[in-house]
């Protein structure tokens, strides 16, 4: 019964980790843009007569929307820029309004680049913003500096930390196998942040990259694959696999080969570490991650070797070998102790069996109990459904009718975008539903 408790506590414990596990860099990123631009937010408080109004500037091809207190400008007020065709340039608040005006925002590029941080805006020759259109001249948006870019790589949203040096992406398009990308990368300057380019910044990536699935996280160098109209790919090479199981598996180059050591394996009752190898030119890059190809492509080496050392060595009359009766007694003995390990772990696979019964109906409805929660003001059932857009199909599957035959059902997948009805906060869940 001791053993039980032990198991259980074990359980619930490694739940709870792998639940704080399951949130990507991307996830991180996402939380502190999101609390950035609420930290962003136009106000008018002290000010009296707010107005918010339109001023055209139709000999430049510029217009803006900006709040006024008795005709001026004020520390607080929302300001945004729209081209010729009337289309959002720039969002943000003036935090400053000593010449040139200081800004606050989001700068948006041609090339679908979002730029989150601080600007100055002037459109006079002498540095300042003036709002009578007769005399005000082209307009000049300089960027002070960068804290994230935010843009998409053919589907694949991407964020830009610019303070901590870490790119993210999202592997939210069909084409991708991914949950997260993740790296540190080389400081952008703020002067060229707008025509940042995104897929030269991964097409870059290499060397401590993490990449995050559904079951695992990969941790270690990476070889980016770059096909047009494609989001880019990303080739496992030499690092670590953490499983959200607790087996880990790894892979590294030694000399002419490579060197998988797995440990952790709930299906090695002995808890034991396995090491295989196999030589560079005998397994693809393709396939150095798959388990399976690898180990048979192991044994398959070590037979090799046994053979070639064996055709080599001059084979020894039993007759001539008195300790033979001592081997084979030495063996029965440690058969006797393999029985009794293997007897011993099937033991404790009981333990687990039992354990996992009880903990996963437990977790299930822990994990609907807490569904609603709002992420970022901690208020509960606070989550509700606000959209839900399709993003193509998912996969498709031959399935069989009532009547027997067989026929290719269609798996569609939707985005479900949610809202806290309290703080405003979003976030979104992929699910695939039978066309």
């Not at 631009?37 to 107005?51: A, L």
Request: glycine residues 6%; contains cysteine.
């Amino acid at each position: 019964m001791r053993r039980i408790i032990i198991l259980l506590c074990s359980f619930l414990f490694a739940s709870i980790c792998q639940e704080g596990y399951a949130q990507t860099k991307y996830d991180e990123l996402v939380d502190k843009v999101s609390s950035w631009i609420s930290d962003t937010q136009p106000s008018g408080e002290g000010q009296k007569r707010v107005k918010t109004k339109t001023i055209e500037f139709p000999s430049f091809g510029y217009s803006v929307e900006l709040d006024l207190s008795r005709g001026d400008l004020f520390p607080g007020s929302c300001f945004k820029v729209f081209n010729s065709d009337n289309v959002l340039t720039f969002d943000g608040v003036v935090s400053s309004i000593d010449n040139p005006v200081s800004l606050k925002g989001k700068q948006i590029g041609t090339n679908g680049v979002e730029l989150l941080g601080s600007f100055r805006i002037s459109n006079t020759p002498e540095g300042q913003f003036e709002l009578k259109p007769r005399k005000a001249g082209e307009l000049s948006i300089t960027t002070s500096s960068v804290d994230f870019i935010i843009a998409s790589d053919c589907g694949n949203p991407v964020i830009i930390s610019a303070l901590e040096k870490i790119v993210a992406v999202c592997g939210e398009s069909r084409n991708s196998d991914f949950l997260c990308v993740s790296s540190s990368m080389s400081g952008i300057r703020p002067q060229n942040a707008l025509d940042t380019d995104i897929r030269s910044i991964l097409k870059s990536l290499s060397k401590n990259v993490t990449v995050s699935y559904k079951d695992k996280a990969f941790k270690g160098t990476v070889s980016p694959i770059a096909i047009e109209a494609k989001p880019i790919s990303f080739v496992l090479k030499d690092g670590t696999c953490s499983f959200h199981d607790g087996k880990s598996v790894s892979i590294k180059e030694s000399g002419d080969n490579y060197v998988m050591t797995i440990t952790g394996d709930s299906s090695n009752n002995t808890g034991s570490e396995s090491t295989y190898m196999v030589p560079k030119s005998s397994i693809s890059e393709d396939k150095l991650w798959s388990e399976k190809d690898f180990i048979k492509q192991s044994l398959a080496y070590q037979k090799q070797q046994e053979q070639s050392l064996s055709s080599t060595k001059p084979v020894a009359s039993s007759t001539n070998n008195p300790s033979s009766d001592n081997n084979s007694s030495k063996s029965s003995t440690s058969g006797l102790s393999t029985n009794k390990s293997e007897s011993s772990g099937n033991g404790w696979l009981e333990y687990l069996i039992i354990a996992a019964i009880i903990l996963i109906p437990i977790l299930f409805i822990r994990r609907l109990i807490h569904a609603r929660d709002c992420p970022h003001c901690g208020r509960k059932h606070a989550m509700v459904d606000v959209d839900k857009q399709f993003m193509g199909t998912a996969y498709e599957k031959r399935e069989q009718q009532p009547d027997g035959k067989y026929v290719n059902v269609h798996y569609n997948k939707y985005k479900t975008i949610r809202q806290c009805k309290y703080c405003g906060y979003q976030d979104y869940d992929i699910t695939e539903e039978k066309g």
